[in-house]
């Protein structure tokens, strides 16, 4: 079988998961973070497992990078670069500076999530630097690439600032949760995920390709439920909770 014919079934494998896991989360939400429960095997500690779960999107990228064969085209340089900004701070900073709370995650998520980056790593690498007609300096003109790039950095910004935001909810050592409050948490209870969902749309929109649509796609089935979840936890958990506050599109739901 050619990779091309490999290529085409694991993409469609990967859609058809997200059709799948779509519903399967608005049922069942993740068993980590504030949502941890018994029943779901060993646990790990939780900053290894973000290290392990997430390295392969790091490594897969590079490793698909020096051995593609148009790599050091100006549009793919760029688009690698977008792709490190967000998963070397995802990867190797993000774990290290979350405080308190839970610091265990069930062995079954960070391995799920680590089968998850390591075949999304292959799929956008293995596209962008061979399997696609390639990303020339021309492309970083395309109002495609301008736009993707421009949504994909905003989103980017929402991320870490409502990432920052959570962690300094905390003290040093502290446990528990708090409402959070200012930047986009005045309008949604998960901006952190509604910049990644916007990251990942800008993304699907700069390489204007399948694997990016359904990379975008997979990072909606993912948190949207998600989102829900939380949201519906912190109406239950602080009476005193936003009113007019939703879950994760402003003022949709
Ligand atoms: P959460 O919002 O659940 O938690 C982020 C951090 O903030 C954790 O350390 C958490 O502590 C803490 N925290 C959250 N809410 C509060 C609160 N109200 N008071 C005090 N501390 C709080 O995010 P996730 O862990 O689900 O995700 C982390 C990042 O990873 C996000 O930016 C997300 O977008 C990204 N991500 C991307 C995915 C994708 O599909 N692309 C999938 C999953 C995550 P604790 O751990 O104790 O709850």
């Known amino acids: 079988m050619s990779e091309e014919t490999l290529y085409q079934y694991l993409m469609w494998g990967f859609v058809l998961s997200a059709v799948f896991t779509l519903p399967i989360l608005l049922f069942i939400t993740a068993p980590y973070g504030r949502h941890t429960r018994k029943g779901w095997g060993p646990q790990i500690n939780a900053t290894a497992g973000w290290v392990v779960m997430e390295s392969p999107s790091v490594l897969m990228m590079l490793a698909c990078f020096f051995v593609g064969s148009h790599s050091w085209t100006a549009g793919s340089v760029a688009l690698l670069v977008l792709w490190l900004l967000h998963y070397i701070n995802r990867t190797y900073i993000f774990p290290f500076r979350r405080r308190g709370g839970s610091n265990r995650m069930p062995l079954f998520i960070a391995l799920s999530a680590f089968t998850f980056t390591s075949i999304n790593g292959c799929l956008q690498g293995r596209y962008l630097?061979?399997?696609?007609?390639?990303?020339?300096?021309?492309?970083?003109?395309?109002?495609?690439?301008?736009?993707?790039?421009?949504?994909?950095?905003?989103?980017?910004?929402?991320?870490?600032?409502?990432d920052a935001i959570l962690r300094n909810l905390r003290k040093p050592g502290e446990k528990g949760?708090?409402?959070?409050?200012?930047?986009?948490?005045?309008?949604?209870?998960?901006?952190?995920?509604?910049?990644?969902?916007?990251?990942?749309?800008?993304?699907?929109?700069?390489?204007?390709?399948?694997?990016?649509?359904?990379?975008?796609?997979?990072?909606?089935?993912?948190?949207?439920?998600?989102?829900?979840?939380?949201?519906?936890?912190?109406?239950?958990?602080?009476?005193?909770?936003?009113?007019?506050?939703?879950?994760?599109?402003?003022?949709?739901?």
Not at 140 to 158: C, E, K, Q, T, Y
């Open 177 to 253: 949760y708090k409402i959070p409050m200012g930047g986009a948490f005045r309008f949604v209870s998960a901006p952190n995920y509604l910049g990644e969902i916007l990251e990942w749309t800008g993304w699907a929109i700069a390489t204007w390709s399948l694997p990016g649509a359904a990379f975008a796609f997979w990072t909606f089935a993912n948190l949207a439920p998600r989102a829900l979840s939380n949201h519906r936890w912190y109406r239950e958990t602080f009476p005193d909770y936003p009113k007019n506050r939703k879950a994760l599109i402003p003022g949709v739901f």
């Open 129 to 162: 630097f061979t399997l696609s007609e390639g990303y020339g300096s021309e492309w970083l003109l395309d109002p495609r690439f301008i736009g993707g790039a421009v949504l994909f950095l905003f989103g980017w910004w929402i991320n870490l600032q409502s």
